[in-house]
């Protein structure tokens, strides 16, 4: 059991199964109404005051006894009445008033505000079961606050309503961190918060370490990622993230669904690394006897099924690249990918858009968000720039310098302090130039448009200019979201390009597609004009979330070996 465990022998045998009345936060808001930052006047007198890092922490108290608590950087003085001004919240399982301020104007009594927020509970009978995250003694009451995934609620053991023996048992057996299951009555302190007064209780799984010390939670992000179990017990922020992250998928198969999408599964492992340039994971299948390559991309598949009459797919899936890990970056990835036949690139910049105004209108209930600071407007139609205009202004080249002046952009690299630049491809030069120059700055949304040909081997050529392809990547908060093109479907062509790839493969460019020629037999069949899009679900998350790191959206990032 380890250094830290807090028993020493194994505890009795666990129930098998703990019939509840649902999940504690579908209870709750039975009872308790979002205030959404409601603006009122409440009237009072300041019954305790205590000090925060910021502010103060009061209890306001009416003639009724009834208490709101109440948030505020003035300092008020205990036993004085008041009319306070501010925003109502939720705080710790409590309604409050937040950024309140004095004002002359006469207020409501806290039980006028609490009559439409905090409803009456009646003394409903529940039955509920969490982890128990505190816990504070008073002599014969105990109070306490179960937790799951939705949220928690306060449970209150009183000895003369539990009984001597079961209190006593409750007082010797169980632990912060233990699971329990309790039922008993719903009722509100006069705080107001809901709580639940336990008649029966059964303990359904012992805690045997610590749990994170209560106030601060869990902030060493090596455990946190490492033990994430810990990190979502410890942090409501933590869980609120991946909640979100579901919600965000939910809406996304619902978006594409909606518009006549099905959802297929094409294979993980495949006996040809192509769709995309990466460096692929392998592995070897003893009686196939051959190499398999973990996916890098689904593409390949998924327009082989446009080739068969399926006219709009998606895949909802994990990728596997064998690059680095950093703030954007994780070997295995989320990507939805979804294809459109008699569809271009500029149909999909439309459909992008209110995709992602659908996504905020349902998440978020706002198209203006704020992320690290900085606000990002996602109201339609999003900024649009070019890829070659963006270098110009950057370097004052054009395009011809870019794709025919090979030593001259090896040396703007060199300056640029590019690693190994002297090495580099004449494609992956122009990209890491882009990259370094042009994307942090690409704070958007904003579509890049128009491509070089020599960075998009599957894209189809434009219809305008034969040196660039008919390509666009979404760009929010400096990131690649979204990658997306009118699809090459000519086969003579393609395969052309992918013998360029070889040849870059032979140059030492590990990321270079391999030939594919079933994929090329497939087009040979006819492939009809299809427009295809992948955008990434962890980066999607992290702006969503405002976090910076994509460890922060992956439940289980990959992480070094102890």
């Not at 003035?74 to 004002?103: F, H, T």
């Not at 962890?538 to 439940?555: C, F, G, K, N, T």
Request: glycine residues 8%; hydrophobic residues 40%.
């Amino acid at each position: 059991m380890g250094e830290n465990s807090r028993v020493q022998k194994k505890p009795e045998v666990y129930p098998y199964k703990y019939d509840v009345t649902g999940d504690i936060g579908a209870i709750k808001s039975q009872y308790e109404v979002d205030p959404k930052g409601q603006e009122v006047t409440v009237r009072g007198e300041v019954k305790r005051v205590s000090k925060l890092e910021d502010g103060y922490f009061v209890r306001l108290s009416d003639e009724q006894g009834l208490e709101l608590v109440v948030l505020t950087r003035e300092e008020l003085l205990q036993g004085k009445e008041y009319n306070l001004r501010g925003r109502l919240i939720r705080y710790e399982g409590k309604l409050a008033l937040e950024d309140a301020i004095p004002v002359d104007e006469e207020g409501k009594s806290i039980g006028e505000v609490k009559e439409f927020y905090d409803k009456d509970p009646q003394f409903r009978e529940v039955k509920l079961a969490g982890r128990l995250v505190s816990l504070r003694s008073m002599g014969k009451a105990i109070f306490g606050h179960i937790q799951d995934y939705s949220g928690k609620i306060q449970v209150y053991i009183k000895k003369d309503v539990l009984g001597d023996e079961k209190f006593s048992i409750f007082e010797e057996t169980v632990d912060v961190g233990d699971i329990l299951g309790v039922e008993g009555k719903l009722f509100r302190t006069k705080t107001g918060e809901l709580t639940i007064e336990v008649q029966d209780f059964m303990l359904l799984a012992k805690c045997l370490h610590p749990l994170p010390e209560k106030w601060h939670g869990l902030k060493d992000v090596e455990v946190r990622y490492r033990q994430r179990y810990l990190d979502l017990i410890s942090n409501p922020e933590a869980r609120s993230i991946f909640i979100l992250r579901s919600k965000i998928v939910s809406l996304l198969r619902r978006f594409l669904d909606e518009r006549g999408f099905i959802e297929v599964e094409t294979p993980i492992l495949q006996p040809i690394a192509s769709g995309a340039n990466a460096k692929p994971f392998i592995t070897y299948h003893n009686y196939l006897e051959q190499n398999l390559y973990l996916r890098i991309a689904p593409e390949l598949y998924l327009k082989r099924l446009i080739v068969g009459g399926f006219n709009r797919v998606y895949e909802l899936g994990k990728n596997f690249r064998n690059e680095g890990v950093d703030t954007t970056h994780n070997p295995e990835f989320t990507m939805v990918e979804f294809y459109c036949a008699y569809w271009d690139y500029k149909d999909l910049m439309k459909f992008t858009e209110e995709l992602f105004t659908y996504i905020l209108d349902n998440i978020v209930g706002s198209r203006a968000i704020t992320y690290r600071g900085r606000e990002l407007d996602f109201n339609p139609p999003f900024k649009v720039y070019r890829y070659f205009d963006l270098l110009k202004e950057k370097t004052g080249k054009d395009k011809d310098f870019f794709l025919r002046d090979v030593e001259g952009l090896r040396k703007l690299a060199i300056d640029l302090g590019i690693p190994k630049a002297e090495k580099l491809t004449h494609a992956k030069l122009i990209d890491k130039v882009f990259d370094v120059l042009v994307e942090d700055e690409l704070w958007g949304p904003v579509f890049v448009v128009d491509f070089p040909k020599i960075l998009s081997p599957l894209a189809k050529t434009h219809r305008e200019d034969p040196d660039l392809v008919e390509r666009f990547e979404l760009f929010i908060a400096g990131k690649e979201i979204a990658n997306a093109y009118t699809e090459l479907n000519d086969p003579f062509e393609q395969r052309e390009r992918f013998l360029e790839q070889l040849k870059e493969k032979e140059m030492g460019d590990e990321e270079a597609m391999q030939m594919d020629e079933d994929f090329v037999t497939a087009l040979e069949y006819g492939m009809p004009p299809t427009a295809g899009e992948g955008i990434g679900i962890d980066r999607l998350v992290m702006i969503l979330a405002d976090v910076d790191s994509i460890r922060e959206v992956i439940l289980f990032p990959a992480l070094r070996s102890k």
